[in-house]
């Protein structure tokens, strides 16, 4: 069944097709449901068009701040922790603090030390560790890869036998590794669900039926455009040229089930108008809304997989949508935390360096009554800082 027309009189004059969008133009009430929907799907499309293209664009952009700003500054806190480190292990051999002020220094070096093992081994940093804390660095990664052995044991039902690994990174890689099926094996066949019903049966026949219409409306698109841009009927070295450039977009669209593109590319040389496709039978138009949506769920999905990274990068202080600006405000202010931090640090290096100024901040420590986890940010040894780093 053919549409009614959406234009009064169908009146064609005095409209520039360049510059008529894509969609069903008229009054919203001479639309039908299948039309309105069809000009919804094209917006949403579009609008996920835009979004996914704001973070391929910007991924770069990322990649030369990490490198640039983040990284560099990463090594220099890095650096004015690890002197912090060592003027406070010179100032334990001094014997010149009370019995009191040790335990404390030696809190400070246990938190400092165990953190930046975590980011980066030093055989240095492990003497110094080993030196300070109750258990040792290696009996510690032992126990943490022990714990996610039983862990994986206890909850995934995985078992990993290899008595050698003897770090957390190493035990999450074996697990990992034993989650996954064989090479050349099928994945577990999903649970067997209840026999469908007759209405059910009917629903899945029905919308099979649909998805086989759906394709074959795309392929006569495609067959069309084809037809009309095939390089090698064409004479003109110039024309030919243009028709080869457009011939590989169409392509490129089919291979992608990108129903949006061919549809404009069949505007942009003129094989349909938009008075074609206001004037479109309701069931091709129903089998254009069916391909549209699934290419709209698969742009939607495109763009989630790109923005995860950074939502679970930004964690608790993520809002409810993740966007490269909300990216480049979160970096600017861990970069801007970071240079604070790199300051007190450097600030206490000069302080501490005389033992009456470290004696001084311990003992204002002391009458704090802070518990053990405030002794991580004694005298501004925030050795990683209150927020996560953007990397």
């Keep these: 069944m053919k549409q009614q027309s959406l234009f009064d009189g169908d009146d064609r004059r005095g409209v520039d097709r360049a510059v008529v969008p894509l969609g069903l133009v008229g009054r919203a009430a001479s639309l039908s449901r299948a039309q309105k929907k069809f000009n919804r799907l094209i917006a949403d499309l579009e609008a996920a ?9 910007y991924l770069p952009t990322y990649g030369q701040r990490v490198h640039t700003e983040i990284e560099p500054m990463q090594a220099r806190l890095r650096q004015a922790r690890i002197a912090m480190v060592e003027l406070l292990d010179q100032t334990m051999r001094g014997g010149r603090l009370t019995r009191a002020q040790r335990a404390k220094v030696r809190d400070i070096l246990s938190s400092m030390l165990s953190g930046l093992l975590e980011e980066g081994h030093e055989p240095a ?16 990664q032992r126990q943490e890869a022990e714990m996610l052995r039983e862990l994986a044991s206890d909850f995934l039902g995985v078992e990993v036998d290899d008595d050698e690994i003897s770090s957390p990174e190493e035990m999450a890689r074996a697990i990992e590794q034993k989650m996954r099926p064989p090479a050349g094996e099928a994945e577990p066949a999903p649970r067997a669900r209840r026999k469908k019903g007759a209405q059910a049966v009917a629903r899945e026949a029905l919308r099979q039926h ?10 006569e698109i495609y067959r069309k ?7 090698d009927r064409e004479m003109d070295p110039v024309e030919r040229a243009r028709k080869t450039q457009l011939i590989q977009k169409v ?3 089919y291979e992608g089930k990108d129903l949006l593109a061919l549809l404009e590319l069949q505007l942009a040389i003129e094989q ?8 479109m039978a309701e069931e091709r ?5 069916l391909v549209l949506e699934e290419q709209l769920k698969r742009l939607q999905q495109e763009v989630s997989e790109l923005a995860m990274p950074f939502v679970m990068m930004l964690a608790d202080a993520a809002p409810r949508k993740v966007t490269p600006e909300v990216v480049q405000r979160a970096i600017d202010e861990d970069l801007q935390a970071m240079r604070l931090d790199l300051q007190h640090l450097q600030s206490d290096l000069e302080r501490f360096r005389d033992i009456r100024q470290l004696k001084a901040s311990l003992r204002d420590y002391r009458s704090q009554g802070l518990d053990e986890e405030d002794l991580d940010a004694l005298a ?12």
Excluded: T
């Design 49 to 57: 068009r835009q979004e996914l293209a704001r973070w391929n664009g």
């Design 125 to 140: 940093l492990e003497r110094l560790h080993d030196k300070y804390c109750d258990v040792r660095y290696e009996e510690g």
């Design 210 to 219: 649909a998805e086989q219409d759906a394709s074959r409306s795309v392929r």
């Design 225 to 231: 455009l084809v037809s009309e841009l095939h390089p």
């Design 251 to 253: 392509n490129q669209a």
């Design 272 to 279: 349909i108008d938009p008075w074609a496709l206001a004037n």
């Design 285 to 289: 138009l129903q089998h254009y809304n």
């Design 380 to 391: 501004m040894l925030l050795f990683k800082g209150r927020r996560g780093r953007r990397r």
